[in-house]
Each structure stands twice: as structure tokens, then as C-alpha cells.
T-cell receptor, first 118, second 114 residues
Framework: GAVVSQHPSWVICKSGTSVKIECRSL??????MFWYRQFPKQSLMLMAT?????????EQGVEKDKFLINHASLTLSTLTVTSAHPEDSSFYIC??????????????FGQGTRLTVV | DAKTTQPPSMDCAEGRAANLPCNHS???????VYWYRQIHSQGPQYIIH???NNETNEMASLIITEDRKSSTLILPHATLRDTAVYYC???????????????FGQGTILTVHP
């Protein structure tokens, strides 16, 4: 299947700083990317949907000014956690779906990024 | 997307078949059944999906009842590496604003033991 890569795999940052997480589709053009968050022993919760070249659509309860999403190209989306606090510590996962020959297929997931805010 | 119901946990002996059930009684005619799994501390991995016919690939088989209100994922020869959380998700396959968006339930924790 298609490959989606996240970077970094894990990051530790100080409270109050910002952290950027990258999500790349390595072998296909991702028309849409999704960002999920997963707390320990819980399921994945969708945070936002981003389409290349347009503003992201955030799920209810997700602060768009805190979680900045940029989808500037068909192979890269970034999630920036601004002014991070310990409660933002979580496992962040992206997924991507493609166009063209990859239409009507499953979403492909990155390996996730473990964020710890101290 | 239709809601799904799965048992919280299941055990399976290594080498035996693992049969994971899923109820989706409110599924609509244009909704597919998807299965993903998540191994600890990794992103979800696609397994299989289907509409109404049974499907098989190199990883698993998917059996969907005739009324489409339930399905079963079958791992024919479970290994220790199949220990993971298995998610059954129902969604529209293509088109519309929700395309690609997945709503995860709690899934089934499958533990394969020696």
C-alpha cells in the first residue's frame, strides 16, 4: 500500500513552546489529510481535515488557533501545537487519501508522533 | 457514519483462527465496512473492506451477513504479531465531504497467546 510518513516519531518540549509535526505522503499525492489525537488507553479522535490549498476543517471542540494545520502541497501537511501544555501530551496521528488511481481506496496512516510536554 | 459495536477484548491461541465480530445494524446502503488494526504505539493499519460480498486478501477474510447488519473479520492463522486493537468502521467509500474520514470506536483488543 501507499506510504505515509510522520516526523518526528517522538518529541519532548517545554511547556509554552510550539511543536511542529510533519505528515508526508511518500509515493502518492494526498488530496486530503486528516489529523487524529489519541490519549492513553483511548481510541483515536479526529481533530481536523485538511485539503491541499485550503483551510482546515476542525472538529467540534478542537481549537484551531492552538492546533495550526497547513497543507501547502499534495504531499505535505503540518500540525503545529502552539503554546503547548502538559495536557496536550498525546499521540498524534495523520492519515491521507489520494486522488487519481488511489481514489476509492482506504486511508493510509502515518506511524504517529508521541508528544510529551514537560 | 453508522455506529459499530465490538466486544472489548478477545483471546486467541497462536496458529488458530481469530474471528472478530462487529455489529453495524444501522448501516446504510452506500456504506462499506472497513477493518483497521493498531499495534501498540503505531498508526492504524488497513486490513480489508467490503460492501456486501465476502472479501479475502493476504491478511484476512471479511464475512458480511446478507442483511449487512454484522460482519466478522477472520485471521486464519493468528500469530503473536497479530496482537493489536482491531477497529471495525463503517463509512461511505468515496465522494462527499466525509470521504476518508474515519470514526474510531473502542475496538477489540485481540491478544494472541502461545
Amino acid at each position: 500500500g501507499a506510504v505515509v510518513s510522520q516526523h518526528p516519531s517522538w518529541v519532548i518540549c517545554k511547556s509554552g513552546t510550539s511543536v511542529k509535526i510533519e505528515c508526508r505522503s511518500l509515493d502518492f499525492q494526498a488530496t486530503t489529510m486528516f489529523w487524529y489525537r489519541q490519549f492513553p488507553k483511548q481510541s483515536l479522535m479526529l481533530m481536523a481535515t485538511s485539503n491541499e490549498g485550503s483551510k482546515a476543517t476542525y472538529e467540534q471542540g478542537v481549537e484551531k488557533d492552538k492546533f495550526l494545520i497547513n497543507h501547502a502541497s499534495l504531499t505535505l501537511s503540518t500540525l503545529t501545537v502552539t503554546s503547548a501544555h502538559p495536557e496536550d501530551s498525546s499521540f498524534y496521528i495523520c492519515s491521507a487519501i489520494g486522488g487519481g488511481l488511489l481514489m476509492n481506496t482506504e486511508a493510509f496512516f502515518g506511524q504517529g508522533t508521541r508528544l510529551t510536554v514537560v | 457514519d453508522a455506529k459499530t459495536t465490538q466486544p472489548p477484548s478477545m483471546d486467541c491461541a497462536e496458529g488458530r483462527a481469530a474471528n472478530l465480530p462487529c455489529n453495524h445494524s444501522t448501516i446504510s446502503g452506500n456504506e462499506y465496512v472497513y477493518w483497521y488494526r493498531q499495534i501498540h504505539s503505531q498508526g492504524p493499519q488497513y486490513i480489508i473492506h467490503g460492501l456486501k460480498n465476502n472479501e479475502t486478501n493476504e491478511m484476512a477474510s471479511l464475512i458480511i451477513t446478507e442483511d449487512r447488519k454484522s460482519s466478522t473479520l477472520i485471521l486464519p492463522h493468528a500469530t503473536l504479531r497479530d496482537t493489536a486493537v482491531y477497529y471495525c468502521i463503517v463509512r461511505v467509500a468515496a465522494g462527499g465531504t466525509s470521504y476518508g474520514k474515519l470514526t474510531f470506536g473502542q475496538g477489540t483488543i485481540l491478544t494472541v497467546h502461545p
